[in-house]
């Protein structure tokens, strides 16, 4: 069925950031970057409008583009790739950064994906394969940081516009119906991580972007000013929220009482009804594993991550103490 521009211009205006106009004229992936993204992080959408005749053409498949040789290095689509390998690995800092082998694994494979997505927008894609390569090699270089995103986000970037090549004219069209389950599948596998972590764990996601945030501005130290006021406009909802918590001036220990209990086995990494033993030897790995002496070359993080631990073992022992009962006589 011939696509038409009016409508395409109509699901822009309605449900740009959702990716709507880009479902109907079957670039699923664009789509579903939008939808992670809420359309380009909330701005990308808006210049659109000017590109949607090119867009409806080439579905309707009345405009062909020349494809001899590799497509034409894209400074936008270079940006693209490194703005969302960035994101998918903030994503998955505080969505998974508690499993075992996070660093080796989850981290590459998230900014992996993230920079080949915006690589397959449209009519062009990459080498997945070489694009994941690249992840895995550069992540343990840089092991147990969170700028780590950074140097991965880099490498599959500049890997992936090396491998870009045009996709095949001849696809075949899939029913809605099925593009919509793998997009659903796809949307869900990104977002539950992190719903997880921002409902159930809200005040500790909201120090970890913190931190992230004033790392990262570390940067910019060159430049006081600048990197002061990003620093206020940047962090100014997770101040709010310190505020309206009461936690203006809060250790971990004060504000863990604001979590529940299964937050507190999160910070832990054990499961809600792990055995007393269970809880105490997840406490003694991970005391070892973050203690300051053994991590000199990220001293800030990990005296972060050895107060956390040793605040969550201590409430959680105390929350799990059998309660004496009082008889009355």
Not at 61 to 68: N, V
Not at 281 to 293: F, G, I, M, N, Q
Request: charged letters at 15%; proline letters at 5%; aromatic letters at 12%.
């Amino acid at each position: 069925m011939a696509k038409r521009l009016l409508v395409a211009i109509t699901l822009w205006a309605l449900g740009g950031p959702a990716g709507l106009h880009h479902l109907y004229l079957g670039r699923d992936n664009h789509a579903l970057l939008w939808m992670l993204t809420l359309g380009g992080f909330g701005m990308g959408w808006l210049w659109e409008l000017w590109l949607l005749p090119g867009w409806v053409a080439q579905a309707n498949r009345t405009l062909e583009l020349p494809r001899d040789g590799p497509p034409p290095f894209s400074p936008v689509r270079f940006l693209g790739q490194a703005s969302v390998g960035i994101y998918f690995g903030l994503v998955a800092l505080m969505g998974l950064s508690a499993l075992p082998g996070f660093y080796f694994l989850a981290l590459p494979l998230a900014v992996g994906l993230g920079v080949h997505l915006v690589s397959a927008v449209g009519d062009q894609s990459s080498d997945l394969q070489a694009t994941l390569k690249a992840a895995f090699i550069t992540a343990p270089i840089f092991y147990g940081r969170s700028l780590a995103i950074f140097p991965i986000t880099l490498t599959t970037s500049v890997t992936a516009q090396r491998h870009r090549c045009y996709k095949s004219s001849k696809r075949t069209r899939e029913k809605l119906g099925a593009r919509l389950y793998r997009l659903g599948l796809a949307y869900l596998a990104f977002t539950t991580p992190l719903a997880y972590s921002v409902f159930y764990n809200t005040v500790a996601t909201a120090s970890y972007v913190a931190g992230t945030i004033r790392s990262t501005l570390d940067w910019l130290s060159v430049f006081p000013s600048l990197s002061s006021a990003l620093e206020s406009v940047l962090l100014l909802p997770y101040t709010m929220l310190k505020e309206d918590a009461g936690l203006q001036r809060c250790s971990f220990q004060e504000w863990s009482k604001f979590l529940p209990l299964f937050s507190l086995s999160f910070v832990l990494g054990i499961h809600d009804d792990a055995t007393p033993e269970e809880i105490h030897k997840s406490y003694r790995e991970l005391v070892k594993l973050w203690h300051p002496d053994h991590n000199r070359h990220r001293a800030e993080e990990a005296e972060r991550r050895f107060i956390e631990v040793q605040a969550a073992y201590e409430l959680l022992t105390q929350m799990r103490k059998p309660k004496h009962s009082v008889w009355l006589w």
